[in-house]
Structures are given as structure tokens and as C-alpha cells.
């Protein structure tokens, strides 16, 4: 996943997260979203990152549906 397909949608992932966004691996980036370093909401018993949290932490600026 790039940068600018995960600036486009609302959730992703945890291991894309932070991947794209802390260049962590999927342990790594469990542990941080257990931590509450990555932000993450619970849907059906699946945990998601928010990107639009995890931008903004990090001073991305961009638009729901395109980056910007």
C-alpha cells in the first residue's frame, strides 16, 4: 500500500499502518496499537488503524478520498 492509497480511505489495517506510516513491521506494529501509538477503532471484533488520526498526529494534511 502507498502512502496516497492509505491517505484515501478511513481505515486500514494495523500491520499498513504501520508500515506506511512508521516503517514498522506487523509485530512491531501490533505492539503499537496495543501501546496506543497507532490509533485504531474495533468493528466486528477487527481492530483498524485511522488514518485520519494517525495524519494528523504526524501533520499530514489531506481529503477524505484523495490526498492532498
Partial sequence: MTLEEALSR???SIPDAG???????????YDAAKRGDIPTVEIGGKKLAIVS???RNLGLQFK???AA
Fill in 10 to 12: 478511513p481505515t486500514i
Fill in 64 to 66: 477524505l478520498g484523495t
Fill in 19 to 29: 508500515a506506511v506510516f512508521y516503517n514498522l513491521g506487523r509485530n512491531a506494529s
Fill in 53 to 55: 488520526a494517525i495524519a
